[in-house]
């Protein structure tokens, strides 16, 4: 009896240090082929672990926790940016910054404020229109579809001195601010926000591929089976992140010309399409197909050209095309830049085994789509702004 007692103990003794050896981080020539990707990465790896100790290390250090987590907060972001903008974005002004105004307001020149609001003020059977606009549209609540053409927001920023005054004294408080709250107060008013879809498109498509992304990184070492699936699953992430951000500069740029907002649309719809069943169907996973799959990926990068040399040409001279513009370039130098990093492995090839836990390239990789597709978004809040306030 003794002796299978102390049988047992040894045996459970050297199961849980078999594990303990199994579940151990392994370096780049242990790998099974499968893993093999950078061979500057020398150790770290995990490799075939059973998936829940795959999972739990998500809390542990090894050479793709930072490549988990650099998406994983990322995705974590575009959520709750994509929260926010729905919450808050369609309110085009701030009214609490207008909660001192009726102070400021009491201050004024009344009569050298009708007078100047006279003298710029369209004449008066524009005037009698839009009045006229009014009257039908309020039985029904719905905003003018034809109020866009008066600018209102420019009309009444114009409109407005730049600063009041009372007798002799003039009131520095009522400034170039209080101009720009009021006419964004007066002009939603006459406005219909525009569609958010496009938007909120592109925020899917980025929180898609951070997240499949992050995922990617944290269960591909389990099985050659499932390291197959997800990595099809990764650059399908990436197809949708690059066909999405194409829908709100193309449709807010074009959506007053349906022609060229539909061709444009239309044409990186199906090369997204495309993208996608390459990344997925096993068929173009060969390798005789690789440079056909680089290619339609830069492809549907190269797209976007057109279109925004398109906008520049239409709306050149409006600043919010100007500021559009500006951050989807850098947008595009964040995205260069991390493929840059990616294909050439800098800096690890540099130092092999330095950059193990921290600083290889794919973080690097990493950190800069995050920043690129917040570009993006940066770019996409002018467009609402502008549409919302401009109209077609």
């Not at 009344?110 to 005037?127: F, G, R, V, Y």
């Not at 009131?171 to 170039?176: I, M, S, Y």
């Not at 239309?266 to 290619?295: C, D, E, H, N």
């Not at 193990?356 to 467009?383: C, M």
Request: net charge positive; aromatic share 14%; glycine share 6%.
């Amino acid at each position: 009896m003794e002796n299978c007692g102390a049988r047992s103990v040894r045996e459970g003794k050297g199961k849980r240090l078999w594990k303990k050896v199994k579940y151990q981080l392994v370096e780049y020539h242990s790998l099974p082929g499968y893993l093999r990707d950078n061979e500057y990465i020398v150790g770290h790896y995990r490799s075939e672990w059973p998936m829940k100790q795959v999972l739990l290390s998500i809390f542990s250090i090894h050479n793709e926790t930072l490549n988990v987590w650099t998406h994983l907060i990322g995705f974590f972001l575009f959520l709750s940016l994509t929260i926010y903008t729905a919450m808050k974005i369609p309110k085009v002004v701030d009214l609490h910054s207008l909660q001192h105004f009726p102070e400021m307001l009491m201050k004024a020149d009344m009569n050298k404020l009708q007078a100047e609001l006279l003298t710029c003020l369209p004449s008066m059977p524009d005037l009698h229109r839009l009045g006229q606009d009014f009257k039908t549209s309020l039985p029904t609540m719905d905003m003018l579809p034809s109020i866009s053409s008066w600018h209102v927001k420019e009309l009444l920023y114009n409109c407005l001195p730049e600063r009041f005054s009372s007798g002799n004294h003039t009131d520095v408080c009522v400034l170039h601010s209080v101009k720009e709250d009021l006419a964004n107060l007066i002009a939603p008013l006459m406005l219909k926000p525009i569609t958010r879809l496009p938007f909120f498109a592109f925020l899917g498509g980025a929180m898609f591929c951070l997240l499949v992304s992050s995922v990617c990184h944290l269960v591909s070492c389990h099985s050659e089976r499932l390291s197959y699936i997800m990595l099809r699953l990764d650059y399908a992430g990436i197809a949708s992140l690059i066909c999405t951000s194409f829908f709100p500069p193309v449709y807010y740029s074009f959506m007053c010309y349906p022609f060229f907002c539909n061709l444009y649309l239309g044409f990186i719809s199906l090369l997204g399409i495309a993208a996608t069943l390459v990344s997925l169907l096993p068929f173009f996973q060969k390798p005789k197909f690789r440079t056909f799959r680089a290619a339609l990926f830069c492809g549907m990068g190269l797209c976007g050209v057109g279109p925004i040399l398109h906008k520049l040409y239409w709306f050149w001279g409006e600043p919010e095309v100007f500021h559009t513009t500006g951050y989807e370039i850098l947008m595009g130098l964040f995205y260069g830049l991390g493929a840059l990093v990616y294909a050439t492995r800098i800096p690890e090839r540099w130092m092999p085994g330095k950059f193990d836990i921290a600083g290889h390239s794919h973080q690097l990789f990493h950190v800069l789509v995050v920043a690129g597709a917040y570009s993006h978004y940066r770019a996409g809040l002018v467009y609402l702004r502008w549409r919302d306030l401009r109209g077609c």
